[in-house]
């Protein structure tokens, strides 16, 4: 398998659309078209683990943060990024970043951190807008069900948990076809009537045109008649942060003891709460800290997260127990997931988790 086949497949389960602006999300290095002969999964690339990649013969590194935010203007020989980006192209080894694409997904970090937790009832805190579009198009009725099938099969038609979705309402269409055209029903300068269907889907909007395509091949008309309109609808699986319940009320010490086990932390910044119970609780991995006045607003007991800013404590209320439980210590078991995910496609390569991966802060 080359490195494109695998990375296409990875990118059909957390589309690179899904990134937020100021991202940068997918091929930081490429040598697309090599045979895979082994990956390596690391929150983030550094030397330490471009010479594990050389030494465990991995020629794609699979990161959660980019190697890239900004663009590159200088390669500097003997600086920390030049001497990566130096021997990474030296060996050919491709590098690839699952970032704020995963984050972003039902089943990406905020989903890890909830399931760690045990949270009951998970929904996104702030579900994304503008990523969703509708489909109208006008078939015979004897040819609908191609047509449906064929634009379910390439990804619209899903509602949450629910896919095949569609409206479908009758009626009929009309048309004359000139002498330049071969219609498929009526006569070349006649006024034509055609008892038809109209279809009604949702789809991704990076989809669209894998979606035209399949509606175009399937459709019998010598010219489709389709209307595509934008949606304001939140995506209901694509968004940032997510809340829950524990099962049980904790009271708050054996709570902060419970999220510093599960995370293997050996410390925890929190604000002062009056709550003594805690119940529902909301993550975030990494930097979360523009999410808690959406939070607070969700009457949310405890927020998990990172990054948190002195005058974000300062300005928590007192009802909420603001955790900053550490960037790298909330978002390492991305590796671990992805490791999960690659498994399942029954790959003929070695992929390791890498033994650099290690938290660049440091407690004492």
Request: net charge negative; hydrophobic share 35%; proline share 4%.
């Amino acid at each position: 398998m080359t490195i494109s086949e695998f990375i296409k497949s990875v990118e059909k389960d957390f589309p690179l659309a899904y990134q937020e602006t100021y991202d940068n999300s997918g091929y930081q290095l490429s040598f697309s078209k090599n045979e895979i002969t082994g990956i390596l999964l690391t929150l983030d690339v550094n030397l330490s683990v471009i010479n594990e990649a050389i030494q465990k013969k991995c020629n794609l590194i699979i990161s959660h943060h980019p190697l890239f935010f900004k663009p590159v203007k200088t390669i500097q020989a003997h600086s920390a990024q030049g001497d990566i980006i130096i021997k990474a192209i030296q060996h050919e080894i491709s590098l690839y970043s699952m970032h704020t694409c995963f984050d972003n997904s039902w089943n990406g970090t905020n989903r890890i951190l909830a399931d760690l937790f045990n949270l009951e009832k998970v929904k996104l805190i702030e579900p994304k807008k503008g990523l969703l579009k509708k489909l109208v198009t006008f078939v015979p009725v004897e040819y609908a069900d191609k047509v449906r099938n064929a634009v379910f099969k390439v990804g619209a038609g899903y509602i949450g948990n629910y896919d095949s979705c569609s409206y479908n309402s009758t009626g009929f269409g009309t048309f004359k076809a000139n002498e330049n055209c071969q219609p498929f029903v009526g006569e070349v300068g006649e006024l034509h009537q055609e008892k038809e269907l109209r279809i009604e889907t949702i789809f991704p909007s990076y989809l669209q045109s894998t979606i035209i395509n399949a509606l175009k091949a399937a459709h019998p008309y010598e010219e489709v008649a389709y209307d595509i309109y934008p949606l304001e609808n939140e995506h209901p699986q694509i968004g940032t942060g997510m809340t829950g319940y524990l099962h049980k009320p904790m009271p708050q010490q054996d709570f902060l003891s419970f999220v510093k086990e599960k995370l293997s932390c050996t410390i925890l910044r929190t604000s002062k709460c009056q709550k003594q119970l805690i119940h529902k609780v909301a993550v975030c991995s990494g930097s979360g800290s523009s999410l808690i006045s959406l939070i607070h607003a969700s009457q949310v007991d405890a927020y998990i997260t990172a990054d948190i800013k002195y005058h974000d404590f300062v300005d928590c209320p007192s009802d909420l127990l603001l955790i900053d439980a550490g960037h790298y210590e909330t978002e390492i078991l991305f590796s671990k997931k992805i490791l999960n995910i690659i498994q399942k496609k029954n790959c003929t390569f070695a992929v390791h988790l890498s033994e650099n991966s290690i938290n660049p802060v440091n407690y004492y």
